[in-house]
């Protein structure tokens, strides 16, 4: 079946512990995105990546880093997380070549304390 | 990317086709129109997407007016299952940042 898997889907941390949220695909696809989503602002994009090794920042990547090691995988850093991280986080993949009918992770409820 | 305008809430019956509207006046010509849904806090889910044909899938219609500015998706027979947030994106096909600016969207109710 194809689809994106995000880990963990909750997370509650404290201020400052670094973590890591996984998200891996399985349809081969080229490009990779990460959103938050809040109350009031809807979705944002925090990074992409168009291709292994190759990642740009979104509309809101202060405090978090990527990375594109492998194809399937695009974890989302948070190397001192603050409650302002507090949110509803989603991995995206997509074909690529300008073409986004985007697969969205399940998502995860991270909140930071 | 043309911003989009949706109205914020609709309701529906169940069994009856919901026509969920978009303004979208400032698209250009490269740019498609894409919906989404989101159901409770999972993780948008691609509906359909279209340039200038009307376009037809397994789970709705979309409508474009011939002037491009505005179109409709239509879900012809609406269950319980399809309440949900729906999110009318236009983007250029050829975007560099693969970027879906969602909106507020449409929250769609279908009553029993």
């Known amino acids: 079946e194809a689809q994106v898997t995000q880990n963990p889907r909750y997370l509650i941390t404290v201020t400052g512990k670094k973590l890591t949220v996984t998200c891996s695909q399985n349809?081969?696809?080229?490009?990779m995105s990460w959103y938050r989503q809040d109350p009031g602002l809807g979705l944002r994009q925090i990074y992409y990546?168009?291709?292994?090794?190759?990642?740009d920042k979104g509309d809101v990547p202060e405090g978090y880093k990527v990375s594109r090691k492998e194809k399937r995988n695009f974890p989302l850093i948070l190397e001192s997380p603050s409650p302002n991280q507090t949110s509803l986080y989603f991995c995206?993949?997509?074909?690529?070549?300008?073409?986004?009918?985007?697969?969205f992770g399940q998502g995860t409820r991270l909140t930071v304390v | 990317d043309a911003k989009t305008t949706q109205p914020t809430s609709m309701d529906c019956a169940e069994g009856r086709a919901a026509n969920l509207p978009c303004n979208h006046s400032?698209?250009?010509?490269?740019?498609?129109v894409y919906w989404y849904r989101q159901i409770h806090s999972q993780g948008p889910q691609y509906i359909i997407h279209?340039?200038?044909n009307n376009e037809t899938n397994e789970m709705a219609s979309l409508i474009i007016t011939e002037d491009r500015k505005s179109s409709t998706l239509i879900l012809p027979h609406a269950t319980l299952r399809d309440t949900a947030v729906y999110y009318c994106?236009?983007?250029?096909?050829?975007?560099?940042?693969?970027?879906?600016?969602f909106g507020q969207g449409t929250t769609l109710q279908v009553k029993p």
């Open positions: 995206a993949s997509g074909p690529g070549g300008g073409r986004t009918e985007a697969f």
């Open positions: 990546s168009m291709n292994v090794e190759v990642t």
């Open positions: 279209g340039l200038k």
């Open positions: 349809m081969n696809h080229e490009y």
């Open positions: 400032t698209i250009s010509g490269n740019e498609y």
């Open positions: 994106i236009v983007r250029s096909y050829s975007s560099n940042t693969g970027k879906l600016i």
